[in-house]
């Protein structure tokens, strides 16, 4: 799990997990304060997971089993939901530059 650069507290599963949701909000220390910003690499990488996940859905797992619609947007949608709660373990979080 990611720590603090600045105290080596880890951060909780749940505040990067609730950073991901939010469309990677910046994590404040809880011990220090100091504001963390989700690294490019990790971003991308969350991303692409995501994407792919989404389109194997769509275009092998819904024609496969003949789902409609609604159906494959739903199961998309639990895939992705699903798949976050694993992403805390190994997204990187770095103090920005330009503050430090
Ligand atoms: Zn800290």
């Not at 650069?5 to 880890?10: A, I, L, N």
């Not at 989404?54 to 494959?72: D, E, H, M, R």
Request: charge should be positive; glycine fraction near 4%.
């Amino acid at each position: 799990m990611q720590k603090c650069e600045k105290c080596g507290r880890s951060f909780r599963w749940k505040d990067v997990l609730f950073s991901i949701w939010q469309s990677y909000k910046p994590i404040t220390c809880s011990h220090c304060n100091t504001k963390h910003t989700i690294n490019f690499t990790s971003k991308f990488i969350v991303s692409f997971v995501i994407l792919l996940l989404a389109l194997v859905v769509i275009f092998y797992l819904a024609p496969a089993n003949g789902w409609s619609k609604p159906a494959t947007f739903g199961v998309a949608l639990v895939v992705v939901f699903c798949i976050t709660f694993t992403l805390p373990t190994f997204v990187r979080y770095e103090v920005p530059t330009t503050k430090r």
